[in-house]
């Protein structure tokens, strides 16, 4: 396997543990979490792992200024804010709307972190970026651009190396199956190919957040796609194919940001049974789903199914008028 530019960013391995009391809920099931809400990065989430490797690229090459895109309660984006002080970079953020009347969440954790905001029309962003990265050229800067959510191959290789981590975990706690939130694609993608390099066993059903997330190419491909360009990076033989990639999709009809019912009970549920935070966008919808399953039977009894929890509970704090309806 090649080395690939890496700058530490987070500190790993995250938790793996059972969810004891929740688990009585479900007879015949254990449920497990994996807690990349706690990767030690400005809050945590899992663009800490994704971006160990874009801000690796970034200095290796020399780029003195990080850009990346996303939505005003972007997780990415607060990641990224963060991962560019650590690394001593300047940050420009594209955030998609117009600027709120109020400051809060992320949005309010990329000021204090320091990245200078500019806000672009949806359906405007290939223009933005551009517009963006020649007023930064023009400036003497040398940026960098990382794509939305950090799912590009560079980043996918975050995801990889988690799975090293998780087969190491595997070895004292057994999993049969692993749910997260899907969303940009990358996490996916390095899971599905770091499972094949690592010969891990769980099965991976990644819940689909937002309905058509990549434009024109259907989520599925763009996984396919990144994982391949990934396993080039590194330079390894495996292929992944549609076949490889489990997608359920059903939970996203409200629309990407839209909190419904569903995410804010999943939010209660697991911060009432067990004192841990859900996001109102990603993790409380993937929650949602696996909950929903697991009513509809669709595991086995005996299964050991682990939430891989990827992070965004500042979010809530943006979101508390329908969290509380
Ligand atoms: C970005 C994000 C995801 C989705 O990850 P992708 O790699 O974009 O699919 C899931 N959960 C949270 C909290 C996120 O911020």
Request: charged residues 20%; hydrophobic residues 40%.
């Amino acid at each position: 396997m090649k080395k690939v530019p890496h700058f530490q960013l987070g500190f790993f391995p995250t938790p793996l543990h059972r969810l004891n009391n929740l688990s009585k809920e479900f007879p015949g099931i254990n449920l497990f979490i994996k807690r990349d809400d706690q990767t030690g990065l400005a809050f945590g989430g899992n663009k800490t792992r994704k971006l160990e490797y874009l801000i690796g690229e970034a200095l290796e090459n020399d780029y003195d200024t990080v850009v990346t895109i996303g939505a005003a309660q972007s997780n990415h984006c607060r990641q990224t804010a963060a991962a560019a002080v650590v690394a001593g970079l300047d940050c420009h953020l594209l955030l998609r709307g117009s600027e709120p009347e109020i400051c809060n969440g992320n949005y309010l954790l990329d000021k204090i972190l320091g990245a200078h905001i500019h806000w672009f029309e949806a359906g405007k962003q290939k223009e933005s970026e551009n517009l963006l990265l020649e007023t930064l050229k023009k400036e003497g800067k040398k940026p960098f651009l990382i794509p939305v959510g950090g799912s590009n191959e560079t980043g996918t290789l975050g995801y990889v190396k988690a799975m090293e981590e998780l087969k190491k975990q595997l070895e004292t706690q057994k999993i049969d199956h692993i749910v997260f939130a899907s969303c940009s694609g990358g996490t996916h993608a390095g899971m599905v190919l770091g499972k094949q390099i690592y010969n891990t066993e769980p099965e991976i059903i990644g819940i689909s957040i937002e309905k058509d997330m990549t434009g024109e190419i259907p989520l599925k491909e763009h996984i396919v796609t990144v994982a391949n360009g990934a396993a080039e990076l590194l330079d390894v033989a495996q292929k992944i194919t549609g076949q490889d990639v489990t997608l359920i999709d059903g939970y996203n009809e409200a629309g990407y940001g839209v909190v419904t019912s569903q995410e804010v009970n999943a939010i209660s549920v697991l911060a009432k049974s067990e004192g841990i935070f859900l996001d109102p966008v990603y993790t409380g919808r993937a929650f949602a789903g696996m909950l929903d399953l697991l009513k509809k039977g669709y595991f086995q009894k005996g299964s050991k199914i682990m939430f891989w929890h990827t992070g965004g509970a500042p979010a809530n704090f943006h979101y508390a008028d329908q969290i509380l309806e």
